[in-house]
């Protein structure tokens, strides 16, 4: 089954080719990390996919439905959920208080907030706080967390939103090894187990070769491998990329024979 169809996605800025015949399919429960050098287009290609950039070519299909080109709040609503950093007006405020906050958002019912914001959503904010194993801190102001902590709040806010598909921007960026360990087998854990499709990028290369199910290789803005953890580490043209330009161009051509791609 699949829960993300990306067809033929491109994007020019200028002179620049940001994104060139990117397609891929994502399935329920799965976690695809998008990996590739600075600039190789990861970026926007996410951004394509939550509607923060519209494609000058190109279809997302989420769940079946077309959502291309739609507003950020707009595939939201959808179902394409996104980590944020707290924002540091919020960050006063209780771990629970934050969710409660994102669930009155999801719901569209900011005018409540005079009224009875404390306890609105209480137990549901509490439940997905256990999700993320933070139950037991949801008085404690957000401020006095460690960072890890604050990036498991970060994830129940994003789940708050029930998203069937979680786009993760570098999640584990600024965190100890052990810590970023912890937080991908969280949220794998909780995609799996929820069906909820993951598509994040990283330069973590631990995480990504430890925690996804497919890896996506972009150079240039193109795909130049896609496979397993282990089909992309074996991958002939992922380590020429890593071996300088004559790499790049080699394992460029190499993919666009493969595919026929022009
Ligand atoms: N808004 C923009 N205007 C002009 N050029 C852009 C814009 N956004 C991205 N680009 C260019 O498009 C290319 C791809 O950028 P993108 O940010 O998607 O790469 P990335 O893989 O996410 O890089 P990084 O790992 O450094 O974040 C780069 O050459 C970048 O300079």
Do not use: C
């Given at each position: 089954m699949t829960l993300l169809l990306v067809d033929n996605l491109q994007k020019r800025f200028g002179g620049v080719t940001a994104a060139k015949n990117v397609s891929f399919q994502l399935a329920p429960g799965e976690l695809l990390a998008i990996i590739g050098p600075n600039g190789a287009g990861k970026s926007t290609t996410f951004n394509m996919v939550g509607g923060q950039l519209k494609p000058d070519l190109?279809?997302?299909?989420?769940?079946?439905?077309?959502?291309?080109?739609?507003?950020?709040?707009?595939?939201?609503?959808?179902?394409?959920?996104?980590?944020?950093?707290?924002?540091?007006?919020?960050?006063?405020?209780?771990?629970?208080?934050n969710v409660q906050m994102a669930l009155i958002s999801h719901r569209n019912e900011t005018r409540s907030l005079?009224?009875?914001?404390?306890?609105?959503?209480?137990?549901?904010?509490?439940?997905?706080l256990d999700r993320v194993g933070m139950a037991?801190?949801?008085?404690?102001?957000?401020?006095?967390?460690?960072?890890?902590?604050?990036?498991?709040?970060?994830?129940?806010?994003?789940?708050?939103?029930?998203?069937?598909l979680?786009?993760?921007?570098?999640?584990?960026?600024?965190?100890?090894?052990?810590?970023?360990?912890?937080?991908?087998?969280?949220?794998?854990?909780?995609?799996?187990?929820?069906?909820?499709?993951?598509?994040?990028?990283?330069?973590d290369m631990d995480a990504v070769f430890a925690h996804s199910d497919r890896i996506l290789v972009l150079v240039r803005g193109e795909i130049i491998a896609e496979g397993t953890p282990d089909e992309v580490r074996s991958n002939?043209?992922?380590?020429?990329?890593?071996?300088?330009?004559?790499?790049?161009?080699?394992?460029?051509?190499?993919?666009?024979?493969?595919?026929?791609?022009?």
């Open positions: 190109g279809r997302v299909v989420l769940d079946g439905e077309d959502v291309t080109g739609q507003p950020p709040r707009m595939v939201w609503r959808k179902g394409v959920g996104r980590t944020f950093q707290i924002a540091q007006t919020f960050v006063s405020m209780s771990v629970a208080e005079t009224a009875n914001a404390h306890s609105l959503h209480r137990d549901e904010a509490i439940g997905f037991d801190m949801a008085e404690r102001p957000v401020s006095e967390l460690a960072y890890g902590d604050v990036k498991r709040v970060e994830l129940a806010i994003a789940l708050a939103s029930n998203p069937k979680l786009l993760m921007d570098e999640p584990t960026a600024g965190m100890a090894p052990k810590e970023r360990a912890q937080l991908m087998e969280l949220t794998a854990s909780i995609a799996r187990k929820h069906k909820i499709g993951v598509l994040f990028t990283e330069h002939a043209q992922v380590k020429q990329v890593y071996l300088g330009e004559t790499g790049v161009q080699a394992a460029l051509k190499a993919r666009r024979a493969t595919v026929g791609a022009a």
